[in-house]
């Protein structure tokens, strides 16, 4: 069974093209792995979270930040395809500086 | 209860990006009417479905083309808020060629 990524955004904030571009990310690399994307405006003031089901894998609030594109791929392939080789960017973290 | 619109697209065609362009429009004008919305890879080649939860309001299978904007504006707010104008574009089909 195919999980669904849910990107919660705050319309008054301006994030819907930031979600939208998130949602294009994530459904080009994982377009086999994921059921679908859900894009959903919040009535929250500065919401910015990303869940897979019921489970949240970034959330602006804890974070004080945005996600990297890259760090949410890997978020999300930990979740639904934990093999899959995300290509030259994906360096575990331990590995950063080693090459 | 506020609806979810689905969207389903061929990848393999190409038309994830149409499909997130017709996201993007339908959160923007909607944002207060709807949950969300859903884009969904599909399997099936050719497929550009457009759905509020189980009720298809757009199939390019049916139609033979791509919807239009306006168009599916219209009937997204048919069932979702009735009463919405939608602006100068939203003219009944009836008053066509009348101004």
Known sequence: MKKTVTIIY????????RAAYFAQELLTTFTDDI??????????????????????IF???VEGRFPETKELKQLLRDLVNP????????????DEGQH
Chains 1, 2 share one sequence.
């Open 59 to 61: 959330d602006r609030k």
């Open 35 to 56: 059921f679908g994307v859900t894009l959903v405006p919040s009535e929250i003031a500065g919401r910015f979270l990303v869940s897979v089901e019921d489970q949240v």
């Open 10 to 17: 705050c319309p008054k904030c301006g994030w819907l093209l």
């Open 83 to 94: 093999n899959k080789n995300l290509g030259h960017s994906d360096k575990k973290q331990n």
